[in-house]
């Protein structure tokens, strides 16, 4: 990387051109407030353009019941809730006020904080005027004893304004029966005044355990049918729900549950021929499915793989004694629609394989393999700049996707970027690289990262200091091939520069800079603000199409707004007010990954706005 601090250089000006103002900071919300607003086009807008939004920050305390709700007539709202510097909402809503397209979301902290509320589009940026609230949601009444209900009895009921309700706003009766351990029972809800949803668990004090869950019946319609497996002893509470706040008349039942689809014992390294029709069984789920029990051994690891050229086929590995899915698989087989999945057994004892298709009325001829697989060899060490040559073969161990692949395991220091490069003129490369211990759990993994075709690359930054374990291997699970493996150490990621604001610095992406989780190089740069300091970011590049990503400064990076063609199709420019006096930092980056080159980029006050 290289940098060069001059002054603003006034040609940059001449590329300027109007642009939306993306950035937005949280305003204060007092919780019990009402606020009139509008999404405009001066408000920020996610990546891509997703959606346009206004955050709202409040602080609130640990058990709070809180509700927002955010009424629009220009657009479908739509609100979200996170901790303040978290990516991930901790809840959302788009329709839940029940009257079109308002949004109402309702939510409890676990912990006294400071959350950010977001009202957004639901998607685009066609905003419009809006209005907000928050408040705080009274404690619920003390919910009613639930009524008890017995192997085949059914009871009518209503719901209505004078039920309990739940958290997410609807209303519920409770319903409570007892059952012996792996008793199979089915809980039934009817309605032709909403659509039903049934919920079972248990109580643990005052707070309810969901253990199952049903909205629609197999076969069609909206009322509910759900099969359970009461995992001991002991009482167990049906709530009778629905989908979104109705209320009305409806029929609530409990029966024994049929006995499910009959297994056929096979054992393993058994090759099996099978068909799914008109005459086999049904899972509880309603679809069809051939079962077949096995006896397997704590510590073994066993595959199974199922193809069919005649549906999608698709794989569930059960425990026979409480029917808990164990490892489920799709498409594993490898490219194409034929399904693998490989698991360590746990403990000695039955186990049950579900072959079905994809579909509920899959039907027509498959094989089943059922193996005993041995455990992978042990990686073979690397050394961090070292490049080596190898071969995938039939002999190599086979991971739970079906691919063959070479294990090399690396240490590392904690912060340190490691780079992998995997190159092969016989298969499509894929790498993965994952902490190095008993069962291999990826952590990131590449494809076609290194931008010339098949060939990987994948950069990535430990974690934490230990032992690490890359994968080599192909795409496909029938490529086989010679291939060449390089491991780059490229050091500690690099500590941010600084500029002034005012200043224009020049840089260039490449290989050696940072690189963040989606594979995009960039440079990052302090600079100091102080509040309510009105700026504008401008990055400039004729390599690459340039991306703004503007957070505060500390031990995590934490993006506070963005810009992609804000100055044109593929040049930045973000216009934003600093929330707090402080330090901040920018990344000046690619759009996408694996662009490099040149940039300029300038920090600078706005130019003060003209009078009309």
């Known amino acids: 990387m290289t940098r060069s601090s001059i002054a603003a250089c006034s040609a940059l000006a001449l590329l300027w051109t109007a642009g939306p103002v993306l950035a937005q900071d949280a305003r204060p919300l007092r919780i019990g407030a009402s606020i009139d607003g509008a999404l405009t086009a001066d408000d920020a807008s996610a990546p891509e353009d997703a959606y346009r939004f206004e955050d709202y920050r409040f602080q609130a305390r640990a058990g709070q019941r809180l509700e927002a709700m955010l009424r629009a007539a220009d657009f479908d709202a739509y609100l979200e809730v996170r901790a303040d510097g978290e990516d991930e909402p901790l809840a959302q809503d788009d329709d839940g006020l029940g009257e079109g397209t308002d949004a109402r979301l309702r939510f409890t902290p676990e912990a006294d904080g400071t959350f950010i509320l977001r009202a957004r589009t639901l998607s685009g940026l066609d905003g419009g005027d809006y209005s907000l609230s928050l408040r705080e ?47 199979r029972l089915v809980a039934t809800l009817e309605s032709d005044a909403f659509d039903p949803v049934l919920r079972v668990g248990r109580m643990n004090g005052p707070d309810f355990e969901e253990l199952a869950q049903n909205d629609d019946a197999p076969g069609g319609g909206l009322n509910s049918r759900l099969v359970f497996v009461a ?87 059960r425990r026979l004694s409480d029917n808990s899915i164990l490892v489920e698989d799709d498409d594993g087989l490898g490219q194409g629609t034929d399904s693998r999945l490989a698991h360590t057994l746990d403990a000695d004892g039955d186990y049950l394989i579900e072959a079905r298709g994809f579909s509920e009325e899959a039907e027509g001829d498959y094989d089943l393999k059922l193996m005993e697989v041995p455990p992978p060899p042990a990686p073979t060490a690397m050394g961090l700049g070292q490049t080596l040559e190898g071969e995938i073969a039939d002999d190599d161990p086979q991971g739970d996707g079906g691919r063959r692949y070479d294990a090399y395991v690396v ?48 950069t990535f930054s430990l974690p934490e200091a230990g032992d690490y374990v890359i994968r080599a291997q192909p795409l496909a699970a029938d490529g086989r091939g010679l291939y060449s493996l390089e491991l780059v150490d490229l050091g500690p990621a690099p500590k941010p520069g600084s500029l002034l604001v005012g200043t224009t610095v020049r840089g260039t992406l490449g290989e050696t800079d940072a690189i963040d989780d989606d594979g995009v190089y960039f440079d990052a740069y302090r600079f100091q603000a102080k509040k309510d300091e009105k700026l ?77």
């Open 137 to 183: 949601r009274p404690r619920p009444p003390r919910a009613p004893r639930p009524t008890a209900i017995r192997l085949g009895q059914t009871l009518n009921g209503s719901l209505g304004d004078r039920d309990p309700e739940l958290e997410d706003g609807g209303r519920y009766d409770a319903f409570v029966f007892r059952a012996s351990a792996g008793e």
């Open 231 to 317: 995992p001991s002893a002991g009482d167990y509470v049906i709530y009778a729900t629905s989908l979104s706040e109705g209320e009305g008349a409806y029929v609530v039942g409990l029966e024994a549950a049929p006995p499910p689809p009959p297994s056929k014992p096979v054992a393993i390294g058994d090759e099996i021929e099978g068909a799914l029709g008109d005459d086999s069984g049904r899972t509880d789920d309603g679809q069809r499915a051939d079962l077949y029990r096995f006896s397997g051994s704590a510590g073994q690891r066993i595959a199974v793989e199922m193809s069919s050229g005649d549906f999608d086929t698709y794989l569930a590995l």
């Open 411 to 458: 240490s590392g220091q904690e912060g340190q970027r490691v780079q992998a490069i995997l190159r092969s003129g016989d298969f499509d490369a894929l790498l993965e690289i994952g902490k190095a211990g008993d069962e291999f759990a990826a952590l990131a993994q590449d494809d076609d990262g290194l931008g010339e075709g098949t060939d990987s690359r994948l």
């Open 536 to 612: 504008r970011l401008t990055l400039v590049s004729n390599a690459f199409d340039a991306f703004i990503d503007l957070g505060e400064d500390g031990d995590a990076f934490e993006s506070l707004a963005t810009d992609d063609d804000g100055l044109s199709d593929t040049h930045a420019r973000l216009d934003w007010t600093a929330p707090e006096d402080g330090w901040y930092v920018v990344h000046a980056r690619a759009y996408g990954p694996n662009q490099t080159g040149a940039y300029a980029l300038t920090v600078e006050r706005q130019p003060a706005a003209r009078e009309p």
